[in-house]
């Protein structure tokens, strides 16, 4: 048997980083985790980044009927939070797979091309959507056209406050916490949003206030969802 040396065996890893790698074939894998889970009043904003995105992902799951662990997963894959939205959303009214939608918008660049190159018509996506893929189509506008979409569809917001919200600055993920906390506590979720930004209050502690459990999120977001199909 050859004798490997020093000198082999560097030759053969420099060999071997210098091989050719599709720059789409592995995504960018991101960290999907928190250290800090639980509210704590000493440091009443140290778990807000989870309470928020935990949120989310528990509406994600809620209204189009997935576990949320794959969420987390494509999440941690290197996929967006916005691409989600919207491949699922079309997937949802299209019947294309999400997966499929997610190839074809890493393959064409933009939304409006992915779609044209599966033949989705825009009109089949709902009217705000099919305006939003004419008139705004960068997937932060679309995501944000989704949120609308479902908050609409689930009579959650009425269309005046949604649009409020939306013009003050309100992200998707606050939206939605600001809506459970609004739902458990009847108060105007424009309200529960001016007191975050103003700095009274933070998530963690609205959420405590309201007695609504991380842990339980899901739960907690199928009380007000009056789910039905898309």
């Not at 933009?110 to 997937?139: C, D, E, M, N, Y």
Request: aromatic letters at 8%; a positive charge.
């Amino acid at each position: 048997m050859p004798r490997i040396t020093r000198y082999t065996f560097q030759f053969a890893l420099i060999a071997l980083l210098m091989l050719p790698l599709p720059a789409l074939a592995i995504p960018a894998i991101t960290c999907h985790c928190f250290t800090d889970r639980s509210y704590e009043p000493g440091h009443p904003a140290a778990a807000d980044p989870y309470f928020l995105a935990t949120t989310q992902n528990s509406f994600f799951a809620q209204v189009f009927n997935i576990d949320k662990k794959s969420i987390v997963f494509k999440k941690q894959q290197g996929i967006s939070s916005d691409n989600l939205w919207i491949a699922y959303w079309v997937a949802s009214r299209s019947g294309a797979a999400p997966d499929s939608l997610l190839q074809a918008k890493q393959d064409n660049g933009t939304w409006p091309a992915a779609l044209a190159s599966l033949q989705i018509s825009p009109k089949t996506l709902g009217s705000r959507f099919s305006h939003g893929l004419a008139v705004r189509p960068s997937s932060a506008r679309l995501a944000e056209t989704v949120v609308d979409e479902l908050f609409l569809h689930y009579h959650l917001l009425a269309d005046t406050e949604l649009s409020a919200l939306r013009k003050a600055g309100t992200s998707n993920q606050e939206l939605i916490i600001a809506t459970l906390v609004a739902a458990r506590t009847r108060q105007p979720a424009r309200q529960i949003v001016l007191a975050v930004n103003n700095g009274s209050k933070t998530w963690g502690s609205l959420l405590a206030w309201a007695s609504i459990d991380p842990a339980k999120m899901q739960q907690e977001l199928a009380r007000i969802l009056n789910l039905q199909p898309l």
